[in-house]
């Protein structure tokens, strides 16, 4: 059977330790290494062992037995702790068939732990849970396991010993075995299988405990992996290959693709199909910690490491290639300079290079300036210390600013017309408001017979194909619908092209006649802390304008949830640990985009010009005798080639 296994936890709860342990007990290492100590094997980076913790998703392939004598092959990932490194781990979950979650049994269930825990309960993960630490002083495992069942799930069960209670649970969890159980004819083996039933389909959560660090619990756990488990790749292994790209990383000017393959098998030298076509795979490895070991064969299940491919994290390749995209939102960005004498054309380069390898990163550059997307401090550190140790490149990062985005208030009809010699097109669309989070949509409203169809979905392809900047300051344009009222071809002299450029306009032409909005992130937050402390949490959070839910207490902790813009709540995550010292629990996530309460000011700030933007010009080209010559924005419509009743 094979499996791949995904380590996740809060920020030194001792995971990476609990891999090396699992590594040294199934034989792959004769010994054990330590994040402390600089050696991790998961952690081969020279980042992460100067600081200490995950930040690339490394992996490692090991072997477990079944009481029956089944064998399952693992592919263990150890996932990025750090709330920084977020998009790394979504990138990596979005491939496991099991999850590992490692909670500290000292600190117990912290801010990043439920935020974990609520992603893999989203993705219908199956996961087992290992209380680490209890060694430490001041570790209760039944007092953890009780602040799971109440912050996290009822489903989470305490798998300590046979007795009849932990029966008892398990057969509340799965309908074959309650029957089983109530006419007490369940043996042993049905109540593993029950419990097995239970964890796929993510109604039940075992609970093991021990002591990485101190090798207790270890065996245990690796045979609760092995027992609970479940995976079907063996009915997919004559399905047409299909597979996931879950991370691009550049070594030694070669580019690896990391791909897991959820259904037939894929050769070296063999053609796949992407999103650009059909391409080459040079090679095929296997991947041990940052060690590559040349594969003949990739089999429905397994994971491998390939060159040849140009497919970013995200896509699917093989049969019904695609892309899926990530959950996770850059909120803030950071403009990157580079020192006196740094080309900022090769800088561009290397930031492109890292925005293969973490998308997240949306890469920006316009007037002279380049910015990257920012998850948080950390984050920006590493950044630096990557663009100085891998291309020699040092810079400084100005103070994070807020991603906007823009959107309009009410329909808006632009025309887009582009006829420079030998070339003709010209674009009727319609911006029209639509739902919180939508982002771009398009619909053909053009009347019968008016535009042929390929036409037709050039255009849509056009409008889906990038990024619409905004004429307020730039941002991306988001929430509307793309309404195609009108268009134009000419029988001799229209190319594709010639529709992308007519298409780009319109849309420009468009928010020139609109009333634009100016959209701001607003997070929601989740606020645990001693009910003492209570009206000093709340007279923080009103200066900073956040909207707070009813305060609700459990003993002596009150819950407080409410939102807060982005850009207040960046570095409050900071203040509020120093208001609790520490012993405070708090998350956040992404909310929604809402309008700007200071547009005017922030516009100002800005100082962006729709104008002078020569790249997104809103204006169109007409011909002449014999030549084109530019039409301004708001001259278009009275030039116009369609005759279309408004």
């Known amino acids: 059977m094979q499996l791949t296994l995904g380590v996740a936890a809060h920020v030194d709860a001792g995971k990476t330790t609990l891999c090396e342990q699992m590594l040294l007990h199934s034989g792959v290492l004769r010994k054990g290494g330590r994040v402390d100590h600089g050696d991790a094997f998961m952690d081969g980076h020279a980042l992460e062992r100067a600081r200490g913790i995950t930040i690339f998703s490394e992996q490692a392939s090991l072997e477990l037995t079944r009481e029956d004598g089944e064998t399952v092959h693992v592919t263990l990932m150890d996932t990025p702790g750090h709330v920084d490194f977020s998009g790394e781990m979504e990138r990596a979950l979005s491939v496991l068939d099991m999850a590992l979650l490692v909670v500290s049994c000292a600190e117990g269930v912290q801010s990043h732990t439920v935020t974990l825990f609520r992603l893999l309960k989203k993705k219908n993960i199956p996961t087992i849970v290992f209380l680490n630490k209890t060694d430490r002083e001041g570790a209760d495992v039944l007092r953890v396991t009780a602040q799971m069942q109440h912050l996290l799930s009822s489903d989470c069960v305490l798998m300590a010993q046979e007795t009849e209670s932990l029966r008892e649970e398990l057969a509340m969890r799965d309908d074959t075995l309650m029957e089983q159980h109530l006419m007490e004819e369940a043996a042993r083996e049905d109540y593993l299988l029950g419990a097995r ?111 040849g491919l140009s497919c970013r994290p995200g896509e699917l390749i093989g049969a019904q290639a695609g892309i899926e995209g990530q959950e996770l939102v850059p909120l803030m960005s950071v403009d990157v300079q580079g020192e006196k004498g740094l080309d900022p054309t090769k800088l561009l380069l290397h930031l492109r290079e890292l925005e293969e390898e973490d998308p997240l990163l949306s890469v920006r550059a316009e007037n002279g300036r380049v910015s990257v997307g920012i998850m948080g401090a950390v984050q920006i550190e590493v950044l630096g210390s990557v663009l100085e ?258």
């Open 389 to 646: 140790s891998r291309f020699g490149d040092k810079v400084t990062f100005l103070p994070p600013k807020v991603i906007y985005k823009e959107t309009v208030a009410e329909p808006a009809i632009g025309i887009g017309h582009y006829e420079p010699l030998r070339h003709y097109a010209e674009c009727w669309l319609r911006l029209v408001p639509a739902k919180e989070g939508s982002g771009v949509t398009f619909a053909d409203k053009t009347p019968a017979n008016l535009l042929d169809m390929n036409w037709r979905r050039l255009i849509s392809a056009h409008v889906h194909e990038r990024k619409h900047p905004g004429v307020l300051t730039g941002s991306e344009l988001t929430d509307v619908c793309v309404e195609l009222i009108a268009g134009r071809a000419h029988l001799k002299h229209t190319e594709g092209g010639d529709f992308r450029e007519a298409t780009y306009r319109a849309i420009r032409n468009a928010l020139m006649h609109a009333k634009n909005v100016l959209l701001e992130p607003v997070v929601r937050f989740e606020l645990s802390f001693a009910g003492e402390l209570l009206s000093r949490v709340t007279g923080e959070l009103l200066r900073m304008g956040a909207h707070m839910d009813a305060p609700e207490y459990d003993e002596d902790e009150v819950l407080l949830c409410g939102t807060c813009t982005a850009a207040s709540f960046w570095d409050y995550p900071q203040k509020f640990a120093a208001t609790t010292r520490g012993h405070g629990r708090i998350r956040s996530e992404f909310a929604c985009y809402a309008p700007c309460r200071n547009q005017d000011e922030i516009v100002a700030e800005i100082g962006y010009s729709a104008l002078a933007d020569v790249k997104n010009p809103p204006g169109s080209v007409f011909c002449s005798h014999g030549a084109g010559y530019h039409v301004p924005w708001d001259e278009v419509r009275a030039a116009a080639h369609c005759e279309v009743e408004l």
């Open 197 to 307: 039933r239970a964890v796929k389909a993510c109604q039940l959560y075992p609970i093991f405990s021990g002591s990485a660090l101190e090798n207790r619990g270890v065996d245990t756990l690796m045979d609760a992996i092995a027992m609970l488990a479940d995976t079907q790749y063996a009915e997919k292994a004559n399905e047409p290959f299909r597979a996931k790209v879950y991370r691009v990383a550049h070594r030694d000017g070669m580019r690896y693709s990391y791909i897991k393959a959820l259904s037939g098998r894929l050769s070296a030298r063999e053609e796949v199909n992407t999103l650009r076509g059909a391409e080459k795979v040079n090679a095929l490895y296997a991947a041990q910690g940052q060690k590559l070991t040349v594969c003949q064969a990739l089999d429905a299940g397994q994971t491998a490491v390939v060159t």
